[in-house]
């Protein structure tokens, strides 16, 4: 497959201009890690990970800019050695995929809305790009947002670009918040609920003065046997203290509460975030709902044999579950929100779209804005199986 | 006034006696107001220097009406500006000679409050507040608080991506708002969002937090809900210099703590405050920081104390902790007060809104005392201090001929600065028509251009909002087109204002 490794703007420019103007197709590319998520495909790559490096980061504005092509791992590395962090919790696909760990680019994990369990209380990667450069589809380079946290001077094109899975533009730098790493994490165990208590739980906790900052349930049936629901908090240490205290006393009628070893709720963390409890699953679906929406969606999988967890207090729900892809997306729609086919043999991803289908007037509307950043279809590689209607 | 906004349309205005029928074929009864008099509460928002009467009023209070009547309009061709309390401090709600107001006062019923998932639903003309009213018997609030937030309406928030003094730590209303009912200038009934955190697609609602009535009318929120913090305490800085006060901003951060609030006043504005208000703010000082904590009280009292020792050795004179509720209150009156405080100076004042990297701060001020100078103009300065979100209040007298345009002028300037430093025209006020002009100084055609082809895939005729956040209208089709060669435009002709 033909692949373009641009490493300057110009060139970057230079490249989706060229493509766009015959005809071709481009498939916006970092470490690949996420490469198998959506349908098989045959475009020409335009590697990113010619654009690397810092390019400006000064800790006490909270604002860090880097080429998109940098890995991910280099930059937590470098916020963490300054006592921050990208607080949406970002993650390598990698190990979903059998891919080694690593190869995850700041660009393609802002592309693709990437956030792990504190994605529940300190946003998402939307929430943290604050501004960006790009090439779009008209191969014209441009900017959006800004490199200060606060700002609203036009549209906020950064929002846009988040999550929007490489269809609009090909960023090559990028402007994130950043935020104090928390001096102390504790988690807070709860064991043995079924679904519909431990949602109970959650949402009790998250409604509290605990400060929760993640929730997570994982049943027996994903965790050796073992139901656990986990409530983490994170801040200073007497403060940490003092919440950890109110949680016993308010979630009493759901069984004792336990705080768990460090070591042993980081690694439980660490696997909700990268989707462990899953690994062997043949077909692993991502459903965002509202909260309590999470029971009812795992509940109509259940005759299915399927497996599942649940992060963001039950409004996250990763189900291994290998049915009809109309079941589980009428399901989470009946639950007030959608279902990403994020790993599937070929031959499904060849025929169920790996984002869950929107209105018909907005899946219009998303072709327009789709339309106006790129006119010729240029990044339209074939990935989303809404091509055909998109012109 | 020196703004230029677009020609009216003779053919419409001709045709306001059917303009007017037709609207109050869909909404009956005292929705509609075309007597001139009765239009004349309409005539501006709370950026009072530009007033322009609206050809009609439509009150509505349904969606089917709000779909009907932009339907109608857009099939006629006539522009709509869409209003919620009329609280814009940038001109963003100002009317049109040719356009209908539409005003969603009376979308005025929280729909929905859901204490399991933690959200509120509202129609857009409920205010701010009340969204806080409603769950705080419960333990909830609304995190983002702008000060106009007993008037403002949330539709109005989700339109101009307000904030408040909390925003540091609990974000702006696009990092608090999770879906919206939207209708289309052409009548479309869409839902973006909804009531989970990520979007099935684009992230379309990311573009219409923010978008200033240009993309479409809003008619129903979702907004996140937090347990209120059990406890908030604030603590009081003086500093001989802005330099030290800016210093113990950066150096509270880098301690690692994201204070609830974190407010600076120069020296100007404590006076002024302490003068209106009397709440024992110390004189002899530069600079003042108002640093406030919430959570549990173990929180506050740790991080307090962290947070005076700071200052302390920044060079503070004066660090006073807050012992109760009402001292705390106190503290912040005197902020509250600023604007206010203002009119004890001069008739008049402009309120700016620029954002700055807060390193550059010291340097800021100080050119912005030589622009004042230069301008003639006296400016006092409240300062969003841990995001870097300046107001500087310029202040002047309508009555003497040429201040109004002095003052925009020394705005200009200001706001020039502030990008030329590496920040923002406008950090939470938005652009409006006020800085639509300067829109060029951030961003370049192309730039420009790319914004302005997504509001052509919402509203491809332009006639919702014309007017406002773009310095030059240019039709759909021209920008299809278009291509930059060596930063010309093609088009020179189009009219730009
Ligand atoms: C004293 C004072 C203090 C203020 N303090 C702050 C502050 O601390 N922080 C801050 O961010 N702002 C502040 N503001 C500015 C202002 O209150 C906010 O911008 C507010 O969000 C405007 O809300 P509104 O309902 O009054 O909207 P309006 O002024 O009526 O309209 C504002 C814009 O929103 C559009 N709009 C309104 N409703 C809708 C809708 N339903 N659908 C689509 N578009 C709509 C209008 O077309 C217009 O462009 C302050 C203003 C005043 C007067």
């Known amino acids: 497959m033909a692949s373009l490794r641009p490493t300057t703007p110009a060139e970057l420019a230079e490249a989706v201009g060229a493509a766009a103007a015959s005809g071709g197709r481009l498939e916006i590319r970092g470490g690949a890690s996420k490469a198998a998520i959506g349908a098989p495909r045959e475009a020409a790559i335009l590697d990113m990970r010619g654009f690397t490096g810092v390019v400006d980061y000064d800790p006490a504005e909270l604002v860090l800019t880097v080429r998109a092509g940098t890995p991910l791992a280099e930059i937590e590395r470098m916020v963490a050695r300054q006592g921050q962090m990208l607080a949406f919790e970002p993650w390598d696909h990698g190990n979903l995929f059998g891919w080694p760990e690593g190869r995850a680019t700041i660009g393609g994990v802002i592309a693709a809305g990437v956030a792990g369990p504190r994605r529940l209380t300190a946003g998402g990667a939307r929430d943290h790009l604050l501004g960006f450069k790009a090439v779009s589809g008209r191969g014209e380079a441009f900017v959006g947002g800004a490199k200060v946290v606060k700002n609203v001077t036009g549209y906020d094109l950064p929002k846009l670009m988040a999550g929007s899975w490489g269809r609009l533009a090909a960023i090559h730098e990028l402007s994130l918040k950043v935020l104090p790493r928390p001096r102390m994490q504790a988690t807070m165990v709860l064991e043995g609920l079924e679904d519909a208590a431990a949602h109970a739980a959650m949402a009790r906790a998250m409604g509290c003065h605990a400060e929760v900052s993640a929730a997570a349930h994982l049943p027996a049936a994903v965790n050796d046997g073992r139901a656990l629901t986990l409530l983490r908090l994170h801040g200073f240490e007497p403060s940490v203290t003092a919440r950890c205290a109110v949680l016993p006393g308010l979630l009493s009628e759901h069984g004792p509460v336990g705080l768990m070893e460090t070591g042993e709720a980081d690694a439980l963390w660490r696997g909700i975030r990268d989707v462990e409890p899953l690994a062997d699953a043949e077909t692993l679906w991502r459903v965002s709902v509202p909260p309590a929406g999470g029971c009812t969606v795992a509940a109509t999988l259940a005759p299915h044999g399927a497996r599942w967890f649940f992060d963001w207090a039950g409004g996250l729900v990763w189900a291994a579950f290998d049915g009809d892809a109309a079941v589980i997306r009428g399901a989470a729609e009946r639950a007030g929100g959608h279902a990403m086919l994020v790993r599937a043999s070929e031959a499904m991803r060849a025929v169920v779209s790996f984002q869950h289908p929107r209105a018909a007037g907005v899946m219009a509307l998303e072709r327009r804005v789709r339309r106006a950043f790129d006119p010729t279809g240029v990044f339209e590689t074939g990935r989303y199986l809404d091509e055909a209607d998109a012109d | ?497």
């Open chain 2, 1 to 497: 006034m020196s703004l230029v906004m677009p020609e009216p349309d003779q053919a419409v205005l001709g045709r306001r006696d059917a303009i007017v029928a037709a609207l109050q074929a869909i909404v009956p009864g005292e929705g509609v107001i075309s007597d001139p008099d009765a239009l004349r509460p309409y005539e501006s928002d709370a950026l009072t220097a530009y007033r322009q009467p609206p050809m009609v009023v439509v009150l509505p209070e349904r969606v089917e009406q709000v779909a009907a009547i932009l339907a109608w309009c857009h099939g006629e061709g006539v522009k709509v500006v869409p209003r919620g309390s009329g609280t814009s401090l940038s001109g963003g709600a100002l009317p049109l000679a040719d356009g209908v107001l539409l005003g969603m006062s009376r979308f005025n019923r929280i729909l929905d409050i859901d204490y399991a998932d933690r959200i509120v639903v509202a129609q857009p003309g409920v205010t701010n507040l009340a969204i806080t009213r409603a769950v705080e018997e419960a333990g909830f609030y609304y995190a983002p608080d702008p000060s106009s937030q007993i008037a403002c309406s949330i539709g109005g928030n989700v339109a101009e991506n307000s904030g408040g003094v909390h925003c540091l730590k609990y974000g702006l209303t696009t990092n608090n708002v999770l879906g919206v009912e939207l209708v289309t200038m052409e009548g479309e009934v869409l839902r973006l969002g909804g009531r989970q955190l990520d979007p099935a697609g684009l992230d379309l609602l990311g573009v219409i937090v923010g978008s200033e009535g240009l993309l479409g009318v809003v008619t129903e929120v979702t907004v996140r809900i937090l347990p209120r913090p059990e406890t908030a305490r604030a603590v009081l800085l003086g500093f001989p210099s802005v330099e030290s006060a800016g210093q113990c901003v950066a150096d509270v951060i880098a301690e690692g703590i994201i204070p609830a609030g974190m407010e600076l006043m120069d020296r100007a504005a404590v006076h002024a405050a302490e003068a209106f208000v009397q709440v024992g703010y110390p004189l002899d000082v530069e600079a003042l920081l108002i640093v406030e904590l919430d959570g549990p009280a173990a929180e506050c009292d740790h991080l307090i104390e962290a947070v005076a020792a700071i200052a302390r050795a920044n060079g503070a004179g004066t660090a006073r902790v807050s012992r109760d509720e009402a001292e705390r209150l106190a503290f912040w009156a005197g902020r509250k007060a600023a604007f206010p405080a203002m009119g004890s100076l001069a008739p008049d004042y402009l309120c700016m809104d620029g954002t700055i990297p807060r390193r550059r701060l010291p340097e800021v001020l100080r050119r912005m005392q030589q622009l004042s100078d230069a301008h003639g103009l006296a400016v006092v300065n409240v300062f969003h201090a841990g995001d870097g979100n300046l107001h500087p209040l310029i202040l002047f007298d309508t009555n003497q001929p040429g201040q109004l345009e002095t003052a925009e002028a020394f705005g200009n300037d200001i706001l020039r600065l502030c990008v030329e430093v590496g920040g923002v025209l406008t950090g939470e006020h938005g652009v409006g028509v006020e800085k639509r002009d300067l829109m060029p100084a951030m961003f370049g055609e192309v730039d420009l251009a790319h914004q302005q082809r997504v509001k052509c895939a919402f509203d491809p005729m332009l006639l919702l909002n014309p007017g406002k956040v773009f310095p030059t209208l240019h039709r759909c089709a021209e920008l299809g087109r278009m291509h930059v060669h060596h930063g010309q435009l093609p088009h020179p002709d189009l009219p730009r204002f």
